[in-house]
């Protein structure tokens, strides 16, 4: 049973140009979450995060939304740059003090100069 | 920091020998996870620790396979016997508190022929 979604595979953005990778999630009992990304052969990088009690969070061009009520969230990318170009994972932790953390399958992301 | 290390980078056996995989966390971490990524099922958590301690190894597939981490500075994940179906890439990754983003070693990929 896959908790996290990330039902787009693939996304290829031209550079410059506002890259949008979705996830959604299943269990209602997530309330925290997180990005990362990550380059071949290499380990997953922590990009960003938000808590359940925010909509948004921002770091540079780097913004998540948080849509609770449709279990779903966003990350935004703008504007896009090649060094971008890399696999993105949603990953979101259960009820407070529970650290597991659930990934998603992952979003392979293609800047297009 | 040097961040998570793990070792070896690559790791090529044959059916039926003892694996053991091994990681260095960040230093002052608290928590270190071991993870598997294979193509069929992502990113999976296999067990973590806290203060050394295991809290959760719920997703170790097999009694084959057993982590320890005798102090905060190292930890180790064995297979015994392995089978081709282990062959994955093998993170380890570390945060600081339960909210901590997860910092990943750079991975191990295992083959198992």
């Known amino acids: 049973d896959q908790q996290v979604k990330q039902n787009s595979p693939s996304l290829s953005v031209q550079e410059g140009r506002i890259s949008i990778l979705n996830c959604d999630y299943t269990?209602?009992?997530?309330?925290?979450f997180l990005w990362y990304k990550k380059y071949p052969a290499e380990g997953p990088t922590f990009l960003i995060s938000?808590?359940?009690?925010?909509d948004k969070n921002e770091d540079g061009r780097f913004t998540v939304f948080l849509n609770k009520s449709a279990k779903h969230l966003s990350l935004h990318i703008v504007p896009s740059q090649p060094g971008d170009s890399a696999v993105y994972f949603c990953?979101?932790?259960?009820?407070?003090?529970?650290?597991?953390?659930?990934f998603g399958t992952g979003t392979r992301l293609t800047i297009i100069p | 920091d040097a961040g998570v290390i793990q070792s070896p980078r690559h790791e090529v056996t044959e059916m039926g020998q003892e694996v053991t995989l091994r990681c260095k966390p960040i230093s002052g971490h608290d928590y270190l996870f071991w993870y598997r990524q294979t193509m069929m099922r992502g990113l999976e958590l296999l067990i973590y620790f806290n203060n050394n301690v295991p809290i959760d190894d719920s997703g170790m597939p097999e009694d084959r396979f057993s982590a320890k981490m005798p102090n905060a500075s190292f930890s180790t994940l064995k297979i015994q016997p392995s089978e081709p179906r282990d062959s994955a890439v093998y993170f380890c990754?570390?945060?600081?508190?339960?909210?901590?983003?997860?910092?990943f070693g750079q991975g191990t990929r295992l083959t198992v022929v």
């Open positions: 990754a570390s945060s600081l508190g339960w909210q901590g983003a997860n910092y």
């Open positions: 990953a979101a932790h259960p009820n407070f003090g529970n650290e597991k953390l659930t």
């Open positions: 269990n209602s009992m997530f309330d925290y």
């Open positions: 938000i808590s359940s009690i925010k």
